[in-house]
Nanobody, 125 residues
Framework: QLTLVESGGGLVEPGGSLRLSCAAS????????IGWFRQAPGKEREGVSC????????YFADSVKGRFTSSKDSGKNTAYLQMNSLRPEDTAVYYC??????????????????WGQGIQVNVSS
């Protein structure tokens, strides 16, 4: 069983920053592509970012490009989503998800078999 555990969410004012963590157990993130998704109330889940198994390639949705970055720390077996210049419209439950390295990055949630539990991010003054 592949387990992903997210942390780092919370409440932040507009313009602020948060860093989400996605810690893996029972498998090495070096062999998995990590996608980040979010789902706001009443909206469909959307792809936010993806980082390749090696960590060399990253992709971002237009809505977060230039504000969000993603990375991996092999030693800690953890992936990160750094979110800067946060806006109220970034409020959502954020999820990390994993798919095997044999597959490329994808922004489709159906392409990822393994999911974290989700963590709430609220951007409000």
């Amino acid at each position: 069983q592949l387990t992903l555990v997210e942390s780092g969410g919370g409440l932040v004012e507009p313009g602020g920053s948060l860093r989400l963590s996605c810690a893996a157990s029972d498998f090495s993130l070096d062999y998995y592509v990590i996608g980040w998704f979010r789902q706001a109330p009443g909206k469909e889940r959307e792809g936010v970012s993806c980082i390749s198994d090696s960590g060399d390639s990253t992709y971002f949705a237009d809505s977060v490009k230039g504000r969000f970055t993603s990375s991996k720390d092999s030693g800690k077996n953890t992936a990160y989503l750094q979110m800067n210049s946060l806006r109220p419209e970034d409020t959502a439950v954020y999820y990390c998800a994993a798919r095997h390295w044999a597959y490329h990055c994808s922004g489709l949630s159906a392409d990822y078999p393994y999911w974290g539990q989700g963590i709430q991010v609220n951007v409000s003054s």
